[in-house]
């Protein structure tokens, strides 16, 4: 449940929200730029933390802590999966 949460797109989505929205309030009002400061930082501190905590449980199945494009977009190229599906006993 964990790694679901983690590599989940919605993690990238509410980051980028975040930036998007202190980018655009800057313009704005102060204290919404602080608050929004706040939430993000908060929010990164957890993420790193729960990464933390599952590589410390699941070893063989690390994950970077520069994870935001999720699992499920990493693509390979047709030429690249045939070297890697030969290479596989």
Do not use: C, T
Request: net charge positive; aromatic share 18%.
């Amino acid at each position: 449940m964990l790694e679901r949460f983690i590599r989940s797109p919605f993690q990238a989505a509410f980051v980028l929200f975040l930036v998007m929205s202190n980018v655009y309030l800057a313009y704005k009002q102060v204290v919404w730029v602080l608050i929004f400061s706040l939430i993000a930082f908060v929010y990164v501190a957890l993420y790193v933390m729960l990464i933390v905590i599952y590589n410390r449980q699941q070893p063989k199945r690390r994950i970077s802590f520069l994870s935001f494009v999720p699992y499920e977009l990493h693509e390979l190229d047709e030429g690249q999966q045939w070297v890697v599906n030969k290479a596989l006993p």
